[in-house]
């Protein structure tokens, strides 16, 4: 490099270092920036079971007493006669105020300024509840709260009654009524007796981790008469459905008995003493005792060939379900709408109501069996047999099976074969 070039390049090295210093001893230091205090969190606004805001309401819970209308109860909140008037009028055709109860509670959310009455919330059943707004719009709509399912089991021994045996053990009693429905084409549950064993597993239905309902049975043991009868609910693509053990349905061409859950009082006997003629006189039909009202159910698919009075039978329904059985039901209150001769009913249906019409001392229903013309004791009678599960869900219902068994518990251990058909189910 030429001696000019290099007297230029430290010429210029040395004017750049002090302009560079004379930069860094002008520029003035910052302070250090702290960074803003935190702001406070806006509280999380909250809602209650209905949907309202909390503490956005004064609210009041008020206890509806016997024979308190409508009327009385919102003027006790400064609601004006004519605003209530409005209110049940366009409530009628969601949900009339004349199904109100006493003993309930009707919840109040009232203005903080004029604690006026603004909504109000009246809740029929655990789930469903109704919301009144007087808003100028003055509108009512019915909402239900969201439910939860929790499977539970339970089992225990019957001392005096299957209700009393569930209560004692904290469970809800419809789960007996529940029982009877699975059980109805094998068990006659006015039957039970003492000793007889129960293990269950179900559903109970849930809000807020408080139970307020049974849902459906997912499995069940039950001991009669030294004999255990098992059910497990399946689902399949032409519904859901109870089977035994083997796989075969437990839905039978007819029920035990034409009432759910009450007490039989007087069975088949071709020697009974007539309590009303005080003779002896062939009592060819089994008595169920029930409060009059209770409904009477079509115990299999048939058609209705007579329904009418005689001074015997009283209000009766006699129904022929094919060329070899037919079924009576005497001493009804009343028939249920649109029961006549020639009309259809299925398994169930609900064709009159318990009374005491005829010769009868209290509310019943004598039940009737003819087989091939002949009146038979029905709680003798082997019935047809059950139909088992569709091939194509076999092994899907004997997983399912072989889940639920275990959690069934108890003493005795089904035995079967495989695929193997049920026999007719032993007279109880």
């Known amino acids: 490099m030429p001696a000019r070039t290099r007297l230029l390049v430290a010429v210029a090295s040395v004017v750049l270092a002090v302009s560079t210093g004379l930069l860094l001893t002008r520029t003035p230091t910052r302070p250090e920036e702290t960074p803003p205090p935190p702001q406070p969190a806006e509280p999380a606004v909250t809602y209650d079971a209905f949907g309202f805001e909390t503490g956005a309401y004064d609210v009041v819970e008020h206890r509806i007493r016997r ?5 009385d109860i919102l003027a006790e909140h400064n609601v004006p006669p004519g605003q209530v008037f409005r209110l049940a009028r366009s409530a ?25 009455a603004r909504y109000l919330v009246y809740q ?53 009524v529940r029982l009877s429905e699975v059980y109805a084409w094998q068990i006659d549950f006015f039957r039970i007796q003492p000793g007889d064993g129960f293990s269950i597993v179900y559903e109970e239905q849930v809000i807020d981790d ?34 035994d053990e083997q796989g075969n349905s437990l839905r039978k061409a007819f029920l035990k008995a ?118 038979v004791d029905p709680l003798r009678e082997k019935m047809p047999p059950s139909r088992p599960i569709e091939e194509q869900y076999r092994a899907a219902f004997e997983a399912e099976r072989d889940h639920l068994l275990p959690l069934l518990g108890g003493a005795h251990t089904p035995q079967y074969a495989l695929g193997t058909p049920a026999t007719d189910d032993a007279v109880l």
Not at 92 to 116: H, N, P
Not at 161 to 171: D, I, T
Request: proline share 5%.
């Open 67 to 71: 024979n308190q209308t409508f009327s």
């Open 92 to 116: 009628e055709d969601v949900f009339s105020v004349r199904r109100i109860q006493a003993g309930k509670t009707l919840r109040i959310y009232r203005d903080d300024s004029l604690q006026a």
């Open 124 to 176: 029929p059943d655990p789930i469903t509840y109704v919301v009144f707004s007087l808003d100028d719009s003055l509108n009512v709509r019915i909402g239900e709260r969201p439910v939860h399912t929790v499977r539970r089991s339970v089992e225990g021994v019957i001392t005096r009654s299957l209700y009393e045996a569930l209560a004692e053990q904290g469970v809800n009693p419809l789960l007996a």
């Open 210 to 243: 408080e139970p307020v309902g049974i849902g459906s049975i997912v499995a069940a043991r039950f001991s009669h008469f030294g004999q255990d009868f098992y059910a497990f609910r399946f689902e399949r693509e032409e519904g859901t459905d109870y089977f």
């Open 258 to 375: 034409p009432l759910e859950y009450y007490r039989l009082t007087s069975r088949y006997n071709p020697n009974r003493f007539h309590p009303v003629l005080k003779r002896r006189r062939a009592h060819l039909g089994t008595d169920y005792a029930a409060p009059t009202g209770t409904p009477i159910r079509a115990t299999g698919d048939g058609v209705v060939i007579e329904a009418g009075y005689t001074r015997g039978n009283g209000n009766y329904v006699k129904i022929r379900h094919n060329g070899t059985y037919t079924t009576g039901y005497l001493h009804m209150s009343r028939f249920a709408r649109g029961i006549q001769r020639g009309t259809r009913v299925r398994q169930g249906d609900v064709i009159g109501y318990v009374g005491s019409t005829g010769l009868a001392t209290g509310p019943h229903v004598c039940y009737r069996f003819w087989k091939n013309g002949v009146q």
